[in-house]
DNA sequence: AATGGAAACGGACAATTGTCCGCAACCATC
DNA sequence: GATGGTTGCGGACAATTGTCCGTTTCCATT
C-alpha cells in the first residue's frame, strides 16, 4: 500500500516519535493507516455521526490509548482523513494568489478566495461540518434556535432593514449579515481576541464596527 | 427565598407542562430552584468549567432523569441562571432602540448595540463563555490554533496587508477583519445558511462579499 | 374518599470519553 | 546475541452523558 522507504510519509507526523529509518515508524505507519482506513469505513458505513473513538480502536484492532496518543479526538482523526483533500485545496489557493497578475487587486483576489473556499466547503460539506464540529461545536444548528440569539436577531433585523430603507446602506443580505455580526461578536470570538491576542474592549468594538457600521 | 404565590414565577416555564394552578406547579416551581440554587452554589465553589450535570442532579438530590427532562445539557442551565440577567440586558437593548429619536440613523444605532453587547460580554465573560461553549464548542479557542485555520489566516492576512498598502482599503483590524471572515465561512455558518435558511451557494457567497470585499 | 389514568420521578444502565499503568517490543551498546 | 533503558501498546477504569422504565404522585371523576 506503500512503499517501506517512502522517505516522505504522506501524513504529516502529528506531532512526536518517528525515529530513525525502521522498524519502529513501520509499525507507526501501519497502525496509523489501519486507524485511518477503519475510520474511512465506519464513517462511510454508520455516517459521520454514529461513529465514536472507541469503535474505532475496537475495530482497527488497536487499544484505546494507542488511539488518542495519535488523535485527540474525532475531530483530528477526520482531519487526517481530509488531509490530502485539505491540503490541496489550500494549496491551489496559496498558488492562485501567488500566480496572480501582481498588479491584480488584492480584494480582487480576496473575492477569489472567498468564492473558492465556499465551492470547497460546499463540496465536502458533510465531513468538513465533522470536523469543525469536532473541534467547535457539539450540537450545530442549535445555538440558533436560542431565545438570546432569537431576541438578538429580532432586534437587529429591523435595524438593518431601515437602515436599508432610508438609504443609509443597500445591497446587503439582511438575515446573512446579521448572523455574521452575531457570530462576529460571540462570547467566544470576543474572548479569543480578549484573552489570547490582547485585544481591550475598544480595539475589539472599533473593528467590528469598521466592518459592519462604517463598511456596509 | 421566594414568596410561595408568586403567580409571576421569575422563570419562563422552559416548555412543558404547569398545569392550572397548584400543587404539581408548587413542586416544579421548588424543583427548578433547588437545581438552580445548587448550579449556582456548584459553580461558585469549583469554577464554571468543573461542574457536571451529575453532581448537580445528586446534590440538589433529584434523579438525573428529572434534571434532564429539564435542562438538556449544562448550557441550558446556565441560561436559566443567566436568565434575569440577560433579560435584563435584551430588554434594556430594546428599550434603548425603540426609545431612540426616529430621526437617529439606523447604522447609529447598530454601532450603540454592538458597543452595549460588548460591555456586556466583557462582563459576564466566564458564565457567557460557558454558555456559548455548551451550545457551541467543547475546547474553546482551540480552532485558532490548528493548521487548517492558520493557514487561511496566513493566507488572507498579506492578502489584507497589501489591500490596505495598495489603498484599496484603509482604517481596517485586520486580524480581526481575518478571524471574522474566518468565521462568517465556517462551514457551521454555511451550513446552516444552506440548510437551515435555503440559502444557495451564490446567495451566500454575496452577501459574504458584500461585507468583507465590498463593504471595506 | 375511592379509583383510574396521566404525568413526572429517580436511579439503574448502556455508551463514551479520556487516562493510567503494567507489560512487551525495540534499539543501542557491549 | 545478551543486556538494559526507552518507547509505546493495550485494555482496565473512572467519570460523564443521556436514556429508559418501573414506581410514585397527582388530579379529575364518581
Same mark, same amino acid.
Given at each position: 500500500m506503500k512503499q517501506p522507504n517512502d522517505e516522505q510519509d504522506t501524513l504529516p507526523d502529528t506531532k512526536e516519535s518517528a525515529a530513525p529509518g525502521s522498524r519502529r515508524e513501520e509499525r507507526d505507519t501501519e497502525y496509523r493507516r489501519r486507524i485511518l482506513a477503519t475510520a474511512s469505513d465506519l464513517i462511510e458505513r454508520r455516517g459521520t455521526e454514529c461513529v465514536t473513538m472507541y469503535q474505532i480502536a475496537q475495530e482497527a484492532g488497536v487499544g484505546q490509548g494507542t488511539l488518542y496518543r495519535r =488523535? @485527540?479526538?474525532?475531530g483530528e482523526v477526520c482531519s487526517d482523513l481530509?488531509?490530502?483533500?485539505?491540503?490541496?485545496?489550500?494549496?491551489?489557493?496559496?498558488? !492562485?494568489?501567488a500566480e496572480a497578475d501582481p498588479s491584480t487587486p488584492a480584494m480582487r483576489q480576496l473575492s477569489d478566495i472567498i468564492s473558492l473556499s465556499i465551492d470547497f466547503i460546499d463540496q465536502k460539506a458533510s465531513l468538513l461540518h465533522t470536523i469543525h !464540529?469536532? =473541534?467547535?461545536? *457539539? *450540537? !450545530?444548528?442549535?445555538?440558533y434556535q436560542k431565545p438570546f440569539f432569537r431576541t438578538m436577531h429580532d432586534l437587529l433585523q429591523p435595524l438593518l432593514a431601515r437602515a436599508v430603507e432610508q438609504g443609509e446602506i443597500r445591497d446587503i443580505d439582511i438575515p446573512?449579515?446579521?448572523?455574521?455580526?452575531?457570530? @462576529?461578536? !460571540?462570547?467566544?470570538? +470576543?474572548? +479569543?481576541h480578549r484573552d489570547v491576542l490582547g485585544y481591550d474592549k475598544k480595539r475589539f468594538m472599533e473593528g467590528i464596527c469598521r466592518i459592519f457600521v462604517k463598511g456596509l
Open positions: =488523535y @485527540a479526538h474525532l481530509m488531509q490530502t483533500t485539505v491540503d490541496t485545496f489550500l494549496q491551489s489557493l496559496g498558488e !492562485s494568489v !464540529s469536532m =473541534y467547535v461545536e *457539539k *450540537k !450545530s444548528h442549535t445555538i446573512l449579515t446579521v448572523n455574521t455580526l452575531l457570530v @462576529a461578536v !460571540s462570547p467566544n470570538q +470576543y474572548l +479569543y
